[in-house]
Nanobody, 123 residues
Framework: EVRLVESGGDLVPAGGSLRLSCAASGFGFDDDGIGWFRQASGKEREGLSCINIRDGDTYYADSVKGRFTISADAAKNTVYLQLNSLTPEDTAVYHC????????????????WGQGTQVTVSS
């Protein structure tokens, strides 16, 4: 059974940065990827980014391309999301989930979400 635990969320000023971590267990990093969703209060779930562990192929949503960077450390069973140039619109609970990148698209296992970590960006 895949278990995902997010950490690293915090309260930061606009323009600031954070690094989120997703620690995985029961997951084959040679077979699949891990990515990030976010859900702001009263808003729809938004897929942000995914990385294939085996080949490093990545996907980014247009809303975060150029500001967020996903990376993986297979030896530590951990995927990171670097958040830069944050704005109040980035305020949300950030979740990681199993995913796969193919042909520039992300395919998600919506049953594998972690519990999330809160990112709050002040103006």
């Amino acid at each position: 059974e895949v278990r995902l635990v997010e950490s690293g969320g915090d309260l930061v000023p606009a323009g600031g940065s954070l690094r989120l971590s997703c620690a995985a267990s029961g997951f084959g990093f040679d077979d699949d990827g891990i990515g990030w969703f976010r859900q702001a209060s009263g808003k729809e779930r938004e897929g942000l980014s995914c990385i294939n562990i085996r080949d490093g192929d990545t996907y980014y949503a247009d809303s975060v391309k150029g500001r967020f960077t996903i990376s993986a450390d297979a030896a530590k069973n951990t995927v990171y999301l670097q958040l830069n140039s944050l704005t109040p619109e980035d305020t949300a609970v950030y979740h990681c989930a199993v995913c796969t990148v193919q042909a520039g698209k992300a395919f998600w296992d919506h049953d594998s979400w972690g519990q999330g970590t809160q990112v709050t960006v002040s103006s």
